[in-house]
């Protein structure tokens, strides 16, 4: 199982950006994936999974703001983030099952 993410970087609250997570190595339609994440002193937390068919569901801290979407043909999926505060400072994992995880990408909200 191999998932590499990317997408992480600095933005200034308010802002916007979208995580994308290669997946290979597993049957990835037939898989739910996740995105959690680990801020500094802090566990690491579900931001948001989504099943095969398409079922999501996300954690409390960013309903509303945050969208997770698959692409199967490209074993792909995605976590757009919208509305970005300083607390979504961490790092960002991909994560098949909750049971595999790949190299996370550091999200920095700062002014």
């Known amino acids: 199982v191999q998932l590499q993410a990317s997408g992480g970087c600095l933005v200034q609250p308010g802002g916007s950006l979208r995580l994308s997570c290669q997946a290979s190595g597993f049957q990835f339609s037939a898989s739910y994936m996740a995105w959690y994440r680990q801020g500094p002193g802090k566990q690491r937390e579900l931001v948001a999974l989504?099943?095969?068919?398409?079922?999501?569901n996300y954690g409390d801290s960013v309903l509303g703001r945050a969208t997770i979407s698959r692409d199967d043909a490209k074993n792909m999926v995605y976590l757009q983030m919208n509305n970005l505060k300083p607390d979504d400072t961490a790092v960002y994992y991909c994560?098949?099952?909750?049971?595999?995880w790949g190299e996370g990408t550091q999200v920095t909200v700062s002014s």
């Open positions: 989504i099943r095969s068919g398409g079922y999501t």
């Open positions: 994560s098949r099952a909750s049971l595999d």
